[in-house]
Structure formats: structure tokens, C-alpha cells
């Protein structure tokens, strides 16, 4: 007997309660119980989680500017740790880390988000990113419920500053309290104010170390890479402020 039916069967007898939904035990989502005796091609559930699973969603903003070679996208807010919030329809909201960030740390070789169904909280670190064995902390701009995961972290994708504001995205939410929140978020010049001050004090940093071009340069694509004695632990924790 195959093992996999052999233990649904015997989930099959658990109480209600007790049944782990199969994708729960597929490190998907987190807990939920398996209201459909584990009959998948009639559970309304498993149909909405496919549909949000295997969606590859392309975020296209209307218009972006350039702060001194860092991108700007027109309706996004951004908070403080760097990572993007962009409002949808039906107030869903979708999250995702903005271009200063991978452009500093550079490319990302895995990132982690959280499960489907998880509550974040605003401010807290929910998604982890890892260069080798470096890893960096990701604050959530919002606070929400978990409702789609970008496939391509979940098979252990990477992420660069090449679309990421895109196809780059990283998580789906349902928020908690939009309206509140929102304001602890800049948008249009309040983000481009805020990224000058970043560069500002990214140039500084760069100045105690190596000598710049007195027009300052332009900084690449892969800040880290060439220049690591930044520091990863020092960038992370003045950028990212986690």
C-alpha cells in the first residue's frame, strides 16, 4: 500500500480538529484543518490556494524616477527598512523589497517568506534573504494575513535589482488595519526625500573607507560584492533597521 494513502487514511480517523490540511503538512501554510476528509478535488480551499500558489503576477508601475541611480516607483509606499507596499483591488496589498536595498546588499541567492495565513505585524521581521551564508532581515511594511507567496521563492529562487518591482514581488497580503498603518509609510516625495538621505549617508560610509570621484560617482549594481569591507552585519542593521 502506497505510504502517502495509508497516512491520509489514518488522518482520515483523527477528530476534525486534529486534521492537518495536506498543505500544512507540506510546509506551505500554517496550521489549518482539513474540513473535506482530505478529498482535495472538491475542496474549495485547495482550488484557492493553487490558483494563489501558482499565480505569477506582473506588477508594472505607471511611472519610475531615478534618485541618484536608485529607482523610484510611482505608487508605491515605502517603509523605512526598505521594503515596498503597493494597494491593489479589493484593498489586497502586495509587498516586496525595493531596488536601494538589492542594490547595496546585491543579488539575494534565497529568500524566505512567510506562510500562507500567517499574521505579520508591521514593523517586524517576517521575510529573510540569504547571499551565501549571509542572511538579512526584511521588516514588514504592513500588518496582514498572508494570502500568496511568489512561486519562485518557494523553489528556492534568489532575488536581484533586476525587476523589483515586478515580477520581484515577494507576498501577498490581506491587512489589518490599512488605514492606520499607511501613514507610517512614504510615498512620492516623502520616499524620494527619504532615499536621498539614505544616499547620503551610504556615500559617507563609502567615504571612510575609499576615496570617491568629487562629482561622487555612481554607485553599481552590487555594492557588497565590490566593496565588502561596508560590512554586511553594519548594512543590514543601518538600512534594514532590523
Known sequence: MNDSIFDIQNMRTLPPAQRPCIHHIKGRITFKTCTNRYLCGNCEFDQYFYDEYTVHAMVTPVLQSEVRGFKVPQGYYLHNGHAWARIEEGSSVRIGIDDFALKVLGPLDRLEAPLIGKLLRQGKPHIEAYRGERKARFLSPLSGVVTAVNPKFREGGGLSEKDPYSDGWVMTLHP??????????????QSVDFLEKETDRLYEMIEGIFPLAADGGCLGKDLFGAMPQLGWKRLTRIFLRA
Open 176 to 189: 489589518q488595519d490599512l488605514r492606520k498603518e499607511i501613514k507610517n509609510l512614504m510615498i512620492a516625495q
